[in-house]
């Protein structure tokens, strides 16, 4: 279901990686708008590291978001694997993430609580689907606003799944936490280094204090 992309076709999409179509920057990675060759609006993740762990990072997404179907969970449409870290092919969502909407561009005097409470109720829907409704349980691993994108009538769309883990089969193992994100990660799995499904109800609890209170 995964749509394959050359190198030279993703280059053309984003007017060879221009500094125009830069979306946003994140740890490990760039993602530029990007539009096909049938037209359609693209999201491409670029690698900024060359190394095994954000290899694995990217194959992880690849692997959790082929897995996913849900409409508050962002679409993974392809992939480039010509290239050392695979590129990935998300739909484009077009009014920016949750933590600019709340904090930024003078966001605040349109951000009314029944809006705010209608984010939250989708984000917490796409949670719950990926705790309790695919064949095996998902771990997203690093919920916070910036992780959550809106389109442009402000649905939530829960995104970056690099951090992201299957639950073990064998209720003895133990998922190793990979990354996750100061203010957000709760302290628990902090000291234990152990991801459950309540590490991201946790996170998902702060997300909810900052849609409520539109404070950082």
């Known amino acids: 279901t995964i749509l394959i992309l050359t190198e030279t076709e993703i280059q053309q999409a984003t007017e060879n990686y221009s500094d125009d179509r830069v979306l946003g920057c994140g740890g490990h990675g760039t993602v530029y708008r990007g539009i096909l060759d049938d037209g359609k609006e693209v999201a491409i993740k670029k690698s900024k590291v060359i190394d095994d762990d954000c290899r694995e990072e990217f194959v992880n997404e690849i692997i959790i978001l082929s897995q ?68 095996r349980t998902i771990l997203h691993g690093d919920v916070k606003s910036l992780n959550i994108l809106l389109d442009n009538e ?3 769309k829960v995104s970056d799944f690099g951090a992201s883990a299957l639950k073990p089969m064998d209720k003895n193992d133990f998922i190793m936490l990979i990354q996750g994100t100061f203010g957000y990660l709760d302290p628990e799995t902090f000291v234990s280094h152990h991801l459950t499904d309540k590490s991201d109800v946790y996170s998902f609890g702060v997300v909810l204090l900052e849609l409520i209170t539109r404070k950082r």
Not at 102 to 108: M, S
């Open 154 to 156: 402000y649905n939530a």
């Open 68 to 135: 996913i179907n849900h409409r508050n969970i962002v679409k993974l449409l392809g992939c480039c694997l010509e290239v050392d870290v695979p590129m990935l092919v998300y739909e484009f969502i077009s009014s920016g993430t949750l933590f600019e909407f709340l904090h930024e561009n003078d966001q605040r005097l349109s951000a009314p609580l029944d809006l705010r409470l209608k984010i939250a109720t989708q984000s917490a829907e796409a949670l719950a689907y990926i705790h309790s409704s695919t064949s």
